[in-house]
């Protein structure tokens, strides 16, 4: 079981920026893939972006050109650089670990992001 530890979410205004940051407890470089999640309320979680083992990202369309992934290996520490935040992408952020590629989920507590006026 990989513990992790989201911080970094908050209240910010359309337009604004906010980079959340992912402790494990686990070497991250071990995970087959390791990503940020969102659910809105009403809403089923989706992915936002993730990293593979071998560096290869794959990012929501929807995110794409706005957010940044990014890791430190040496400090298995996972980010999310969210800019140009619009009302949409409220929601709360969860950090995975997947140790397989069949599964193996670990999951965050959530830190929440509202993008309001």
């Known amino acids: 079981q990989v513990q992790l530890v989201e911080s970094g979410g908050g209240l910010v205004q359309p337009g604004g920026s906010l980079r959340l940051s992912c402790a494990a407890s686990?070497?991250?470089?071990?995970?087959?893939?390791v990503g940020w999640y969102r659910q809105a309320p009403g809403k089923q979680r989706e992915l936002v972006a993730r990293?593979?083992?071998?560096?290869?990202?794959n990012y929501a369309d929807i995110v794409k050109g706005r957010f940044t992934i990014s890791r430190d290996n040496a400090k298995n520490m996972l980010y999310l650089q969210l800019n140009r935040l619009e009302p949409d992408d409220t929601a709360v952020y969860y950090c995975n670990f997947r140790g397989s590629w069949i599964g193996d989920d670990n999951w965050g507590q959530g830190t929440q992001v509202t993008v309001s006026t």
């Open positions: 990293i593979f083992s071998g560096g290869t990202t």
């Open positions: 686990a070497s991250i470089t071990t995970a087959y893939a």
